[in-house]
């Protein structure tokens, strides 16, 4: 997969270079990019905002650099991703939508978001999702993206070792993991729970299912 990122600070995404996605990388799984928005500015100050019309607080994100970035990124049938607080929710299951695509671009805005223009246009050129990680804003949308890559990443074949662990994991099947244990069976005067030194597979999967129930009502009420 082919994977690009828009954005003023481009240095985010160096974490990318670490663990698994560092290896993925290195192994040729996954092709990254992060480019800087204002290598595509051509003024002394490489500005990349200006005031909102209509007035308001706050700074807009210019559609001139951006749709020069794009001129050049979206070749082929990318994927563009506005990550905003105003997209629509990022899920697990849009993660395995997207982990089948050929090539991502995340468009990572700062301020008060971008010219809307950006997105109409970006439409002309490619598919294009405006998403959020959750119900809080952040300062800028590399954080966002950076998630979304990983959510997404780790779901191409080959990337994760072991794709056994994919499949157990917490909303995969709508309810939260189970909790886990592991060596020492007893630490500082706690146990692990009997059943699972037990041995029995069958009591151990009926106890994991009823404790992802149990975890799902507690935490995410919602999800059931
Ligand atoms: N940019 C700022 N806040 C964000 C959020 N919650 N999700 C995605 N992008 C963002």
């Known amino acids: 997969m082919r994977i690009d990122a828009i954005s003023i600070f481009p240095d985010f995404f160096s974490v990318l270079d670490i663990s698994l996605l560092g290896k993925a990388r290195e192994a040729g799984l996954i092709e990254f990019k992060a480019h800087d928005l204002r290598s595509y500015t051509h003024d002394r100050h490489k500005t990349v905002d200006d005031s909102p019309y209509g007035g308001g607080a706050g700074m807009v994100m210019k559609p001139e650099p951006w749709g020069e970035a794009f001129d050049q990124l979206l ?106 244990f592991t060596k020492p069976q007893s630490w500082r005067g706690l146990e692990v729970p009997e059943v699972l030194l037990s041995g029995h597979h069958a009591e151990i999967a009926a106890w994991r299912k009823q404790q992802s129930m149990l975890r799902t009502q507690q935490n995410r009420p919602d999800l059931l």
């Open 75 to 180: 070749t082929g049938n990318p994927t563009v991703i506005f990550t905003t607080p105003a997209g629509k929710k990022f899920n697990q299951e849009i993660a395995q939508e997207l982990s089948k695509k050929q090539h991502l671009v995340f468009a990572c805005g700062r301020y008060e978001g971008i010219d809307q223009r950006v997105v109409d246009y970006a439409r002309t050129k490619a598919e294009v999702l405006e998403l959020s990680i959750g119900d809080y804003v952040l300062n800028g949308g590399e954080v966002a993206a950076i998630a979304m890559i990983e959510a997404v990443c780790r779901l191409i074949p080959g990337v994760i070792g072991n794709s056994d662990s994919l499949a157990d994991e917490s909303h995969n099947d709508g309810l939260l993991e189970y909790p886990s």
